[in-house]
């Protein structure tokens, strides 16, 4: 088998102190707050691009989910390799840069192609960042304290997307109803292209703050241990080690998918099924959906971290797979009042329960893996995942629910049929499979190995 070195001297730095750590983590924090932004802008956006560059529900699902999440995913793959080889601070600075660049020149797109075009430049350059960063707290951090830092990291998503409802509605209702259209460098700028430019261009500051101000660190051994061992498991190894020894992996892996599902087709539509629902603009959807999105999500991370903190050894893994389940049952009425509710205060509120039960799951997706994998192959095992979610659930959701959409023509109220249709299904896809690898741990019949330490779990005190 062979040997691939994980410590190279280009990576051995000088030991990092507790304040230079805390600033990595909140720079880091800051950029994944960013790279939700810039992702999730086009969902307040909808509206004007469909006007603007004649497209309909199904390519703006197309935009949003498919396109966008392949890509991603894709990238992610060969990005890993990098993550592990070189200088993770200097990757992150120019995946900042790229996606900055990228999003603000979906500004200067004429058609559903070019938009395509620089959408998919973001995805791509989005995808070195979690990786990398997640990579660089397990170097700068014991490990009772990695779970802490990750936490923080997490709640990006989070404040990023109820950010980009809030800030994309007010920057839209201001330019629009002002008249401040501005012209820059000779170029007229429509408020949704003014939009684009605003979320992009602070990117390249955080770049330039990631390449001047962090320093990368040296890189820690398995488990802990400086300098472990460089013998890496294949591919094949690590798939046999999911699909054969730890059998659960499989409907935990699929029910966490049909989770993000929800997640994504939610996040790129409900907020234009307001506008149509309700005759609101999009400043004042911002004003209610982001702080609902915002709120709910990190009430949810913050509760599940909570409900974990006790857990025995013995008991994680089964623990964090049966809170998974019984949030993702607790979505699906959630998932089918919010998109059908007659009444806007009706509608937020389940909102609002989405954001919090998805947020339950989402954070507790890591568990299984760090508790039950050997570590060697966590890396890789966290890769499919993140894979099977970004080209199935992140393609399939949005898409799906703008192709029953223009299915319906109905307007309004297929829209919302659609997001129904699509949420609650999916909602009961993933409690079936998270009940169907809970039975299989607690019947022992997953051949998973329990953690050493009850620290390894999110939120755990050392």
Not at 26 to 37: A, E
Not at 195 to 201: N, P, R, S
Not at 348 to 372: D, E, K, N
């Amino acid at each position: 088998m062979a040997r691939i070195p994980l410590v190279s001297s280009m990576t051995l730095q000088a030991p990092v102190t507790a304040p230079r750590s805390a600033y990595a983590v909140l720079i880091f924090f800051l950029c994944f707050v960013f790279s939700y932004i810039d992702r999730q802008i086009v969902s307040i956006l909808v509206q004007p691009l469909k006007a603007a560059l004649h497209l309909s529900d199904m390519q703006i699902g197309l935009l949003q989910g498919l396109a966008f999440t392949v890509c991603y995913a894709t990238a992610g793959v060969f990005v890993a390799r990098l993550v592990d080889r070189s200088n993770r601070v200097r990757l992150i600075a120019v995946c900042v840069a790229i996606w900055a660049i990228s999003t603000a020149m979906c500004a200067t797109a004429h058609s559903f192609g070019e938009l395509l075009v620089w959408r998919a430049g973001t995805a791509i350059a989005e995808a070195g960042l979690s990786p990398a960063a997640l990579s660089i707290f397990s170097d700068l951090f014991v490990p009772r304290k990695v779970s802490r830092a990750t936490s923080v990291f997490m709640l990006g998503p989070y404040i990023g997307g109820g950010v980009a409802l809030l800030g994309g509605g007010a920057l839209l209702d201001w330019t629009a109803h002002s008249g401040r259209t501005q012209a820059i460098a000779g170029y007229a700028f429509e408020p949704w292209q003014l939009a684009f430019v605003v979320v992009g261009l602070p990117g390249l500051f955080l770049a330039a703050l990631v390449a001047a101000t962090i320093r990368e660190p040296s890189r820690r051994g398995d488990a802990g241990r400086a300098g472990g061992s460089d013998d890496v498991p294949s591919m094949m190894v690590v798939l046999r080690e999911i699909t054969v020894t730890h059998r659960f992996c499989v409907p935990y892996f699929l029910g966490y998918t049909a989770l993000i599902l929800l997640f994504y087709a939610y996040s790129a539509w409900f907020p234009t099924l307001l506008i149509r629902q309700f005759g609101l603009a999009p400043g004042e959807v911002g004003r209610m959906a982001g702080p609902a999105y915002m709120l709910g999500g990190m009430a949810g991370v913050i509760s599940a971290g909570f409900l974990v903190r006790r857990a025995t050894d013995a008991s994680a893994l089964e623990k964090a797979l049966r809170i998974a389940m019984f949030a993702a049952f607790a979505l699906i009425p959630a998932a089918l009042a919010a998109p059908l509710s007659s009444a806007l205060t009706g509608a937020l509120i389940a909102y609002g329960l989405c954001a919090f039960t998805a947020s339950i799951v989402m954070a507790l997706a890591p568990v299984p893996v760090q508790v039950a994998l050997p570590n060697r192959m966590r890396g890789r095992a966290i890769a499919i995942l993140v894979f099977l979610t970004n080209t199935v659930a992140g393609g399939l959701g949005p898409l799906a629910v703008g192709a029953i959409a223009d299915r319906l023509a109905l307007g309004a109220r297929g829209l919302a049929i659609g997001l129904a249709t699509v949420g609650a299904t999916a909602a009961l896809a993933s409690a079936v499979l998270y009940f169907a690898a809970t039975r299989m741990v607690s019947g022992g019949l997953s051949g998973a190995r329990q953690p050493k330490r009850t620290s390894e779990l999110p939120g755990a005190e050392g």
